[in-house]
Protein backbone atom coordinates (compact mmCIF):
# COMPACT_ATOMS: atom_id res chain seq x y z
CA UNK A 1 0.00 0.00 0.00
CA UNK A 2 2.69 2.39 1.11
CA UNK A 3 3.62 3.73 -2.95
CA UNK A 4 -0.23 3.68 -3.69
CA UNK A 5 -1.30 6.34 -1.12
CA UNK A 6 0.59 8.88 -2.92
CA UNK A 7 -1.38 9.55 -6.22
CA UNK A 8 -4.58 10.73 -4.33
CA UNK A 9 -4.92 13.91 -3.96
CA UNK A 10 -6.12 15.52 -0.54
CA UNK A 11 -9.61 17.10 -0.09
CA UNK A 12 -9.34 21.21 0.02
CA UNK A 13 -11.54 22.21 2.14
CA UNK A 14 -14.18 25.32 1.32
CA UNK A 15 -13.24 28.03 3.46
CA UNK A 16 -15.54 29.60 5.51
CA UNK A 17 -15.65 31.74 8.52
CA UNK A 18 -18.72 31.73 11.76
CA UNK A 19 -19.67 28.63 10.78
CA UNK A 20 -22.95 28.56 12.80
CA UNK A 21 -24.07 24.65 12.04
CA UNK A 22 -22.14 23.49 15.15
CA UNK A 23 -24.15 25.10 17.16
CA UNK A 24 -27.08 24.23 16.18
CA UNK A 25 -29.76 20.60 16.36
CA UNK A 26 -31.79 18.53 14.79
CA UNK A 27 -35.46 19.30 15.89
CA UNK A 28 -37.71 17.99 12.87
CA UNK A 29 -37.79 15.89 10.52
CA UNK A 30 -36.54 16.83 6.89
CA UNK A 31 -38.87 16.20 4.11
CA UNK A 32 -37.98 12.83 2.96
CA UNK A 33 -37.36 11.20 -0.91
CA UNK A 34 -37.49 7.59 -1.33
CA UNK A 35 -34.93 6.82 -4.90
CA UNK A 36 -35.10 3.06 -4.36
CA UNK A 37 -37.10 2.57 -7.18
CA UNK A 38 -35.08 4.04 -9.58
CA UNK A 39 -31.24 4.54 -7.89
CA UNK A 40 -31.69 1.85 -5.65
CA UNK A 41 -33.44 -0.23 -8.20
CA UNK A 42 -30.13 0.50 -11.27
CA UNK A 43 -27.52 -0.91 -8.89
CA UNK A 44 -29.67 -4.09 -8.40
CA UNK A 45 -28.13 -6.98 -10.43
CA UNK A 46 -31.41 -8.34 -11.05
CA UNK A 47 -33.63 -5.27 -11.54
CA UNK A 48 -36.82 -5.26 -9.92
CA UNK A 49 -40.06 -6.22 -12.45
CA UNK A 50 -43.71 -4.54 -12.46
CA UNK A 51 -45.02 -6.16 -10.01
CA UNK A 52 -42.18 -5.83 -7.57
CA UNK A 53 -41.86 -2.26 -8.15
CA UNK A 54 -45.45 -2.10 -7.48
CA UNK A 55 -44.91 -3.98 -4.22
CA UNK A 56 -42.32 -1.90 -3.37
CA UNK A 57 -43.91 1.28 -4.00
CA UNK A 58 -46.97 0.64 -1.94
CA UNK A 59 -44.75 -0.43 1.31
CA UNK A 60 -43.30 3.33 1.00
CA UNK A 61 -46.41 4.54 0.68
CA UNK A 62 -47.87 2.64 3.96
CA UNK A 63 -43.84 3.54 5.75
CA UNK A 64 -45.43 7.22 4.84
CA UNK A 65 -42.75 8.37 2.86
CA UNK A 66 -44.31 11.84 0.32
CA UNK A 67 -42.21 11.94 -2.26
CA UNK A 68 -41.05 8.89 -4.50
CA UNK A 69 -38.47 8.58 -7.40
CA UNK A 70 -40.48 6.24 -9.17
CA UNK A 71 -37.82 5.92 -12.13
CA UNK A 72 -36.25 7.09 -15.25
CA UNK A 73 -39.10 6.63 -17.41
CA UNK A 74 -37.41 7.93 -20.86
CA UNK A 75 -34.15 5.58 -20.34
CA UNK A 76 -36.51 1.85 -21.56
CA UNK A 77 -39.43 0.90 -22.32
CA UNK A 78 -40.29 -1.17 -19.23
CA UNK A 79 -38.94 1.99 -17.14
CA UNK A 80 -41.97 4.34 -19.20
CA UNK A 81 -44.32 1.32 -18.60
CA UNK A 82 -44.28 0.73 -14.90
CA UNK A 83 -44.64 4.96 -14.81
CA UNK A 84 -47.72 4.57 -16.96
CA UNK A 85 -49.01 1.92 -14.56
CA UNK A 86 -49.07 3.59 -11.58
CA UNK A 87 -50.48 6.13 -12.85
CA UNK A 88 -53.54 4.74 -15.44
CA UNK A 89 -53.54 1.67 -12.97
CA UNK A 90 -54.68 3.93 -9.86
CA UNK A 91 -51.65 2.85 -7.58
CA UNK A 92 -51.05 6.75 -6.22
CA UNK A 93 -52.70 7.94 -3.19
CA UNK A 94 -53.87 11.87 -3.52
CA UNK A 95 -51.27 13.00 -0.99
CA UNK A 96 -48.27 11.35 -2.85
CA UNK A 97 -45.45 13.17 -5.34
CA UNK A 98 -44.04 10.32 -7.80
CA UNK A 99 -40.60 11.88 -8.76
CA UNK A 100 -39.01 11.20 -12.32
CA UNK A 101 -35.81 11.44 -13.13
CA UNK A 102 -34.34 12.89 -16.72
CA UNK A 103 -31.03 14.44 -18.09
CA UNK A 104 -31.20 17.39 -19.03
CA UNK A 105 -31.36 16.50 -22.83
CA UNK A 106 -34.11 17.89 -25.07
CA UNK A 107 -35.53 14.15 -26.61
CA UNK A 108 -35.55 12.64 -23.15
CA UNK A 109 -37.09 15.40 -21.75
CA UNK A 110 -39.94 15.01 -24.14
CA UNK A 111 -40.45 11.54 -23.61
CA UNK A 112 -40.32 12.02 -19.61
CA UNK A 113 -43.78 14.77 -20.06
CA UNK A 114 -45.34 12.01 -22.06
CA UNK A 115 -44.84 9.85 -19.53
CA UNK A 116 -46.27 11.98 -16.61
CA UNK A 117 -49.31 12.83 -18.47
CA UNK A 118 -52.65 12.33 -15.91
CA UNK A 119 -50.46 12.18 -12.82
CA UNK A 120 -52.01 14.46 -10.34
CA UNK A 121 -48.74 15.25 -7.99
CA UNK A 122 -45.14 15.53 -9.76
CA UNK A 123 -41.72 16.39 -9.44
CA UNK A 124 -39.65 16.60 -12.61
CA UNK A 125 -36.24 16.01 -11.48
CA UNK A 126 -33.39 17.18 -14.12
CA UNK A 127 -29.63 17.06 -14.02
CA UNK A 128 -26.14 17.42 -15.77
CA UNK A 129 -22.70 17.15 -13.71
CA UNK A 130 -20.82 19.93 -12.83
CA UNK A 131 -17.75 18.85 -11.03
CA UNK A 132 -14.11 20.24 -11.76
CA UNK A 133 -13.12 17.21 -13.09
CA UNK A 134 -16.41 15.97 -15.38
CA UNK A 135 -16.19 19.77 -16.29
CA UNK A 136 -12.56 18.48 -17.85
CA UNK A 137 -12.43 14.77 -18.84
CA UNK A 138 -16.25 14.20 -20.02
CA UNK A 139 -17.92 17.31 -21.37
CA UNK A 140 -14.29 19.42 -22.26
CA UNK A 141 -16.45 22.71 -21.33
CA UNK A 142 -15.85 25.71 -18.90
CA UNK A 143 -18.33 27.05 -16.56
CA UNK A 144 -20.34 28.60 -19.02
CA UNK A 145 -21.06 25.43 -20.99
CA UNK A 146 -22.39 23.53 -18.15
CA UNK A 147 -24.37 26.21 -16.91
CA UNK A 148 -25.95 26.50 -20.46
CA UNK A 149 -27.01 22.85 -20.43
CA UNK A 150 -28.78 23.00 -17.21
CA UNK A 151 -30.58 26.56 -18.23
CA UNK A 152 -31.54 24.81 -21.60
CA UNK A 153 -32.98 22.54 -20.07
CA UNK A 154 -35.11 24.26 -17.59
CA UNK A 155 -36.28 26.65 -20.46
CA UNK A 156 -37.93 23.50 -22.47
CA UNK A 157 -39.21 22.01 -19.11
CA UNK A 158 -40.60 25.42 -18.28
CA UNK A 159 -42.18 25.66 -21.09
CA UNK A 160 -43.57 22.20 -21.34
CA UNK A 161 -45.10 22.34 -18.19
CA UNK A 162 -47.07 25.11 -18.62
CA UNK A 163 -50.39 23.16 -20.42
CA UNK A 164 -50.14 20.24 -17.97
CA UNK A 165 -49.83 22.92 -15.11
CA UNK A 166 -53.07 24.61 -16.75
CA UNK A 167 -55.31 21.36 -16.70
CA UNK A 168 -54.54 21.01 -12.94
CA UNK A 169 -51.41 19.14 -12.59
CA UNK A 170 -49.37 19.93 -9.18
CA UNK A 171 -46.07 19.69 -11.03
CA UNK A 172 -42.50 21.10 -9.39
CA UNK A 173 -39.23 21.28 -10.49
CA UNK A 174 -36.01 19.68 -9.14
CA UNK A 175 -32.63 20.40 -10.39
CA UNK A 176 -29.66 18.41 -9.57
CA UNK A 177 -25.70 19.37 -10.14
CA UNK A 178 -24.53 16.29 -10.44
CA UNK A 179 -21.16 15.60 -8.46
CA UNK A 180 -22.00 18.99 -6.37
CA UNK A 181 -18.90 17.47 -3.95
CA UNK A 182 -16.47 18.09 -6.51
CA UNK A 183 -17.98 21.42 -7.81
CA UNK A 184 -16.80 24.72 -6.36
CA UNK A 185 -18.81 26.34 -4.23
CA UNK A 186 -18.67 29.74 -6.08
CA UNK A 187 -20.02 27.62 -9.79
CA UNK A 188 -22.30 25.63 -8.17
CA UNK A 189 -24.02 28.78 -7.13
CA UNK A 190 -23.88 30.40 -10.08
CA UNK A 191 -25.20 27.79 -12.26
CA UNK A 192 -27.97 26.32 -9.12
CA UNK A 193 -29.17 30.20 -9.37
CA UNK A 194 -29.15 30.76 -13.27
CA UNK A 195 -31.15 27.66 -12.96
CA UNK A 196 -33.95 28.89 -10.29
CA UNK A 197 -34.14 32.55 -12.39
CA UNK A 198 -34.70 30.62 -15.77
CA UNK A 199 -37.29 28.69 -13.89
CA UNK A 200 -38.94 31.24 -12.71
CA UNK A 201 -38.45 30.44 -8.97
CA UNK A 202 -40.40 32.15 -6.13
CA UNK A 203 -41.04 32.20 -2.35
CA UNK A 204 -44.65 30.68 -3.46
CA UNK A 205 -43.38 28.30 -6.02
CA UNK A 206 -39.84 27.09 -4.83
CA UNK A 207 -37.54 24.80 -6.89
CA UNK A 208 -35.70 21.75 -5.14
CA UNK A 209 -32.18 22.03 -5.65
CA UNK A 210 -30.91 18.72 -4.88
CA UNK A 211 -27.46 18.84 -4.01
CA UNK A 212 -25.49 14.70 -4.45
CA UNK A 213 -23.15 13.58 -2.70
CA UNK A 214 -22.52 11.69 -5.64
CA UNK A 215 -19.06 10.39 -4.81
CA UNK A 216 -18.48 11.47 -1.39
CA UNK A 217 -14.99 12.32 -1.36
CA UNK A 218 -14.70 14.33 2.23
CA UNK A 219 -15.14 14.48 6.09
CA UNK A 220 -18.65 14.86 6.84
CA UNK A 221 -17.62 18.66 8.76
CA UNK A 222 -16.46 19.53 5.97
CA UNK A 223 -19.57 18.22 3.29
CA UNK A 224 -21.29 20.61 6.20
CA UNK A 225 -18.81 23.79 5.42
CA UNK A 226 -19.58 23.61 1.82
CA UNK A 227 -23.12 23.59 2.52
CA UNK A 228 -23.71 26.26 4.58
CA UNK A 229 -21.15 28.92 1.78
CA UNK A 230 -23.34 27.81 -0.37
CA UNK A 231 -26.55 28.41 1.27
CA UNK A 232 -25.10 31.97 2.55
CA UNK A 233 -24.14 32.66 -1.16
CA UNK A 234 -27.08 31.51 -3.44
CA UNK A 235 -29.03 35.08 -4.23
CA UNK A 236 -32.60 33.09 -4.40
CA UNK A 237 -32.16 30.87 -1.07
CA UNK A 238 -35.83 31.53 -0.28
CA UNK A 239 -36.72 30.80 -3.51
CA UNK A 240 -35.68 27.01 -3.13
CA UNK A 241 -35.99 23.79 -1.40
CA UNK A 242 -32.04 22.49 -0.47
CA UNK A 243 -32.55 18.42 -0.76
CA UNK A 244 -29.66 15.91 0.12
CA UNK A 245 -29.10 12.85 -1.91
CA UNK A 246 -25.97 11.06 -0.12
CA UNK A 247 -24.23 8.32 -1.67
CA UNK A 248 -21.87 5.98 0.97
CA UNK A 249 -18.12 5.88 -0.49
CA UNK A 250 -16.68 7.26 2.63
CA UNK A 251 -19.42 5.17 5.16
CA UNK A 252 -20.65 8.84 6.27
CA UNK A 253 -23.74 8.93 3.96
CA UNK A 254 -25.33 9.31 7.46
CA UNK A 255 -22.96 11.93 8.98
CA UNK A 256 -23.56 14.04 5.83
CA UNK A 257 -26.93 13.93 6.50
CA UNK A 258 -27.22 14.63 9.81
CA UNK A 259 -24.49 17.64 9.49
CA UNK A 260 -26.50 18.87 6.14
CA UNK A 261 -29.23 19.63 7.63
CA UNK A 262 -27.27 21.26 10.52
CA UNK A 263 -26.30 23.33 7.51
CA UNK A 264 -29.45 24.14 6.27
CA UNK A 265 -30.89 21.38 4.35
CA UNK A 266 -34.86 20.77 4.18
CA UNK A 267 -34.86 17.69 2.44
CA UNK A 268 -33.13 14.23 2.11
CA UNK A 269 -33.17 11.55 -0.69
CA UNK A 270 -32.06 8.15 0.24
CA UNK A 271 -32.97 4.52 0.66
CA UNK A 272 -34.35 1.77 2.89
CA UNK A 273 -31.21 -0.15 4.21
CA UNK A 274 -29.01 2.03 1.95
CA UNK A 275 -29.36 -0.01 -1.51
CA UNK A 276 -27.69 2.03 -3.87
CA UNK A 277 -24.61 2.22 -6.51
CA UNK A 278 -21.21 1.81 -5.43
CA UNK A 279 -21.30 1.41 -1.28
CA UNK A 280 -24.89 3.03 -1.90
CA UNK A 281 -27.13 5.96 -0.46
CA UNK A 282 -28.00 6.94 2.94
CA UNK A 283 -30.07 4.44 4.58
CA UNK A 284 -33.58 6.67 5.62
CA UNK A 285 -34.04 3.90 8.11
CA UNK A 286 -30.52 4.72 10.38
CA UNK A 287 -31.54 8.39 9.39
CA UNK A 288 -35.32 8.34 10.67
CA UNK A 289 -34.52 6.25 13.87
CA UNK A 290 -31.69 8.08 14.77
CA UNK A 291 -34.14 11.13 15.52
CA UNK A 292 -36.53 8.80 16.87
CA UNK A 293 -33.98 7.97 19.69
CA UNK A 294 -33.58 11.48 20.38
CA UNK A 295 -37.73 12.30 20.77
CA UNK A 296 -38.22 13.61 17.34
CA UNK A 297 -41.12 12.43 15.32
CA UNK A 298 -39.19 10.96 11.67
CA UNK A 299 -43.53 11.27 10.51
CA UNK A 300 -42.74 7.42 9.23
CA UNK A 301 -43.50 4.34 10.01
CA UNK A 302 -41.13 1.52 11.08
CA UNK A 303 -42.48 -0.30 13.94
CA UNK A 304 -42.73 -3.47 12.04
CA UNK A 305 -39.32 -3.57 10.70
CA UNK A 306 -39.47 -7.38 10.14
CA UNK A 307 -42.01 -7.48 7.60
CA UNK A 308 -40.59 -4.27 5.67
CA UNK A 309 -37.40 -6.52 5.53
CA UNK A 310 -38.70 -8.98 4.25
CA UNK A 311 -40.31 -7.48 1.40
CA UNK A 312 -36.98 -5.65 0.68
CA UNK A 313 -35.24 -8.79 0.53
CA UNK A 314 -37.62 -10.55 -1.35
CA UNK A 315 -38.07 -8.25 -4.22
CA UNK A 316 -34.48 -6.89 -4.45
CA UNK A 317 -32.82 -9.99 -3.80
CA UNK A 318 -30.46 -8.54 -1.67
CA UNK A 319 -29.68 -9.01 2.10
CA UNK A 320 -29.76 -6.55 5.33
CA UNK A 321 -26.87 -7.46 7.07
CA UNK A 322 -27.20 -8.71 10.79
CA UNK A 323 -25.55 -6.18 12.34
CA UNK A 324 -27.34 -3.43 9.65
CA UNK A 325 -28.62 -0.67 12.78
CA UNK A 326 -32.27 -0.52 14.16
CA UNK A 327 -32.61 -3.77 11.33
CA UNK A 328 -30.31 -6.50 11.09
CA UNK A 329 -31.16 -9.55 12.77
CA UNK A 330 -28.41 -9.14 15.64
CA UNK A 331 -28.76 -5.86 16.79
CA UNK A 332 -30.98 -6.75 19.93
CA UNK A 333 -29.30 -10.09 20.66
CA UNK A 334 -26.95 -9.71 23.15
CA UNK A 335 -24.11 -12.51 23.57
CA UNK A 336 -21.76 -11.23 26.01
CA UNK A 337 -22.34 -12.36 29.57
CA UNK A 338 -21.88 -8.57 31.13
CA UNK A 339 -23.66 -7.15 28.15
CA UNK A 340 -26.82 -9.69 29.22
CA UNK A 341 -26.72 -9.49 32.65
CA UNK A 342 -26.81 -5.25 32.38
CA UNK A 343 -29.77 -5.97 30.32
CA UNK A 344 -31.59 -7.97 32.55
CA UNK A 345 -31.43 -5.70 35.33
CA UNK A 346 -31.89 -2.81 32.91
CA UNK A 347 -34.99 -3.91 32.18
CA UNK A 348 -36.32 -5.16 34.99
CA UNK A 349 -35.76 -1.43 36.67
CA UNK A 350 -37.35 -0.07 34.03
CA UNK A 351 -40.25 -2.89 34.75
CA UNK A 352 -39.99 -2.10 38.41
CA UNK A 353 -40.17 1.54 38.62
CA UNK A 354 -42.63 1.59 36.01
CA UNK A 355 -41.08 4.04 33.64
CA UNK A 356 -41.89 5.84 30.16
CA UNK A 357 -38.79 7.07 29.22
CA UNK A 358 -36.30 4.13 27.87
CA UNK A 359 -33.21 3.66 29.66
CA UNK A 360 -32.08 0.14 29.64
CA UNK A 361 -27.91 -0.33 29.05
CA UNK A 362 -26.96 -1.55 25.71
CA UNK A 363 -30.21 -1.10 24.49
CA UNK A 364 -30.37 2.55 22.81
CA UNK A 365 -33.86 1.38 21.29
CA UNK A 366 -37.18 -0.21 22.92
CA UNK A 367 -37.14 -3.87 20.84
CA UNK A 368 -41.03 -3.43 20.76
CA UNK A 369 -41.24 0.28 18.69
CA UNK A 370 -39.79 -1.51 15.60
CA UNK A 371 -41.80 -4.76 16.45
CA UNK A 372 -39.16 -6.98 17.64
CA UNK A 373 -38.08 -8.44 20.66
CA UNK A 374 -34.54 -8.49 22.85
CA UNK A 375 -32.86 -11.80 22.40
Not at 119 to 126: D, E, G, P, R, S
Not at 228 to 237: D, S
Not at 343 to 362: D, F, Q, R, T
Request: aromatic letters at 8%; hydrophobic letters at 35%; one cysteine or more.
Amino acid sequence: MKPGYKKYIPFQPQPIQNRTWPDKVITKAPTWCSVDLRDGNQALVDPMNLQEKLEYFHTLVDIGIKEIEIGFPSASETEYEICRELIDGGHIPDDVTIQVLVQAREHLIKKTFEAIKGAKNVILHFYNSTSTLQRKVVFHMDTDGITKIATDAADLIYEMSKPLIAEGMNLRFEDSPESFMGTEMDAAVEICQAVLDHLHATPENKVILNLPTTVENCMPNQFADMLEYFIRKLPGRESAIISLHPHNDRGCGVADSELGMLAGADRIEGTLFGNGERTGNVDIVVLAMNMFCHGIDPQLDFSDIPSITRVYERVTRMHVYERQPYSGRLVFAAFSGSHQDAIAKGMKYHEENNLYGWSVPYLPLDPHDVGREYE
